[in-house]
């Protein structure tokens, strides 16, 4: 129902509103006025900077229209990860395609694990072996610049390559060897000897990074594993079938010893090399 | 650094295998938009990529918002004073445009949630992108993904930034938006922009810098480019063999660039025609000498 109004608010009036220089009550009054009276409205558009209303308007569109954040940001936020570590690995496809290789890389250590109704020794071999190759690829996947394709844009930004480089790396390594792990444990006939691998896979894949800061990072993961599986076919090549473990030195304590020497001193290479991942050709190729 | 002087180079040189892309060019630039022509492979985009930090340089000295970009502080501090669209900037075309530049804004360290909407929604109301913000990148034109890119440059309101051929893919429409914005942020802060399109050169650049072959052919006003060539351009009826570039126009006749015969039909020349006529010498003179007409 449209009642008549009896008064009108003069110009002046209307611009110190807009303004926001009327007093609390008669401000107050005056837009319960507004509300019913469609010629106050009318005359105080004139008043109204439309830029700033525009940008309002734009902002309140934005609040009502803008999309929940994705499932899986929401549960890496309810597990207490702050929202620029939970969009950096929802967001970026590297980090999707480093999670399906480790997802898959689990899955083939898992089939390889199960084979042990033949000989066990072999089974159990050729999982350690294999087992290792998994996070070298999650890393090199993580790595790839291919894999980014906002990266230039990305790398521009204040935070650090060397910062994003590692949420990736960490979030997607620790499952990657949690899933391996547990592939180990589920298949009977492993025991002890089922974790042997991961040594050699933390060495593996901490150098991979550290070279990666000189040279590409695949061809650094091609020999790096091809290495690492070649050395243990000829290690093992005249050994007996029910002592191939012993016969690779990785998977003896003096080879593990090496594996975490070789850890720690990449880790530490990695940390004193951390400006190279902060460019965009730092001895990384496309 | 001089006062209002915001990138310097100095002698810089960026090396591929045998090939200078950055042949030892000395640069100064402050406030305004300064333009940055040149044919493909002239080392535009390498030097964009240096000045905005992402690329070190192999001899020579970088200093950008008064800062060293070969040092960690200095490139943060830069970076974070910074907005870059890179020739080749790609997406995650599964994101909305409005997801995207707000991960960006979280890498540019905006943490306050409601606050860093606010920005996102801003930058894209900016660039005429307040209508799809929430639409996929992969459901936008091509002029709009790009859009999303400028936006992205724009966060913050940086005090450089740096555009690598922005404007190529839009329409005129989102081309004279594009200026609008451009040299409304130019007002207060440096915008280097490299382009092909001498039209938003002449539109937008208070300086024009020509580059062939990693090295310098121009530095200075556009006019002065302008000047350079007059007296070199005319028309005529057919082509002329002496001429460096010519082409039929719509009007049937031919304009011709490069030194006219005697009695040719001149004409005032545009900034294109300029421009053409210094990269024809420089490719005559490609073993000699390169001539630098428009500078001082």
């Given amino acids: 129902m449209t009642v008549e109004q009896t008064w009108h608010a003069d110009a002046d009036v209307l611009a110190a509103y807009v303004a926001g220089r009327l007093g609390r009550a008669t401000a107050a009054s005056l837009e319960a006025h507004l509300l019913a009276c469609a010629s106050c409205r009318a005359g105080i558009a004139p008043f109204a900077p439309s830029e700033q209303l525009a940008g309002n308007l734009a902002v309140l569109h934005s609040r009502i229209d803008a999309p929940p954040a994705p499932r899986t940001e929401r549960f890496l936020q309810r597990l207490g990860l702050p929202e620029r570590i939970t969009r950096l690995l929802v967001v970026t496809p590297s980090a999707r395609l480093a999670w399906l290789i480790a997802v898959a890389g689990a899955m083939a250590a898992a089939v390889i694990a199960a084979d042990v109704s033949g000989s066990s020794q072999r089974a159990t071999f050729a999982f350690l072996v294999g087992a290792p190759l998994v996070p070298l690829g999650v890393v090199t996947a993580t790595f790839a610049t291919r894999s980014d394709p906002a990266r230039e844009v990305v790398i521009a930004t204040p935070t650090p390559g060397f910062d994003l480089l590692l949420v990736r790396v960490v979030a997607v390594l620790v499952p990657a060897v949690v899933l391996t792990l547990l592939a180990a444990l589920v298949v009977p006939g492993q025991g002890g000897e089922g974790a042997l691998w991961l040594l050699p896979a933390l060495g593996l894949a901490t150098a991979t990074l550290a070279l990666a800061s000189w040279i590409p990072v695949r061809a650094v993961s091609g020999v790096l594993g091809t290495a690492w599986v070649a050395a243990a076919m000829v290690s093992v090549r005249r050994a007996p079938r029910t002592d191939l473990i012993e016969h690779y030195i990785a998977f003896r304590p003096a080879g593990q010893a090496v594996m975490v020497a070789i850890t720690l001193a990449a880790a530490a290479v990695v940390v004193l090399r951390r400006d190279a991942f902060d460019l965009i050709d730092a001895g990384r190729t496309q | ?296």
């Fill in chain 2, 1 to 296: 650094m001089n006062n209002g002087t915001t990138v310097e180079l100095a002698e810089v040189t960026k090396r591929y295998g045998s090939t200078a892309a950055v042949d030892g060019i000395s640069l100064a630039l402050g406030r305004g938009v300064t333009g940055l022509l040149g044919p493909n492979g002239a080392g535009k985009t390498t030097l964009l990529r240096m000045i905005a930090t992402v690329l070190a340089p192999d001899s020579g000295a970088v200093r950008v918002l008064g800062e060293d970009p070969g040092r960690a502080e200095g490139r943060l501090s830069i970076r974070r004073r910074l907005g870059y669209f890179p020739q080749e900037p790609g997406y995650y075309a599964n994101l909305t445009a409005f997801a995207f530049v707000d991960y960006i804004a979280i890498l540019k360290e905006m943490t306050g949630r409601q606050e860093r909407h606010d920005e996102v929604t801003r930058v894209l109301t900016q660039v005429g992108l307040d209508d799809v913000m929430h639409k996929r990148i992969k459901a936008l034109s091509g002029g709009m993904r790009r859009r999303v890119i400028l936006a992205q440059a724009l966060l913050g309101r940086p005090e450089l930034l740096v555009l690598d051929e922005p404007a190529s893919g839009l329409d005129p429409e989102q081309r004279l938006r594009f200026r609008e914005t451009v040299s409304a942020v130019a007002e207060h802060h440096t915008v280097l922009l490299s382009t092909h399109q001498t039209d938003d050169v002449s539109a937008l650049c208070q300086r024009v810098v020509v580059m062939d072959r990693g090295r310098v052919l121009h530095d200075g006003a556009p006019d002065a480019l302008v000047d350079h060539a007059r007296g070199h351009v005319w028309v005529a009826t057919a082509p002329d063999p002496g001429a460096r570039v010519s082409w039929r126009t719509s009007s049937g006749e031919y304009r011709l660039i490069g030194d006219p015969p005697p009695g040719a039909e001149l004409v005032t020349p545009a900034l294109e025609d300029a421009y053409l006529l210094l990269l024809g010498r420089n490719t005559s003179a490609a073993d000699g000498p390169v001539p630098t007409p428009g500078r001082a």
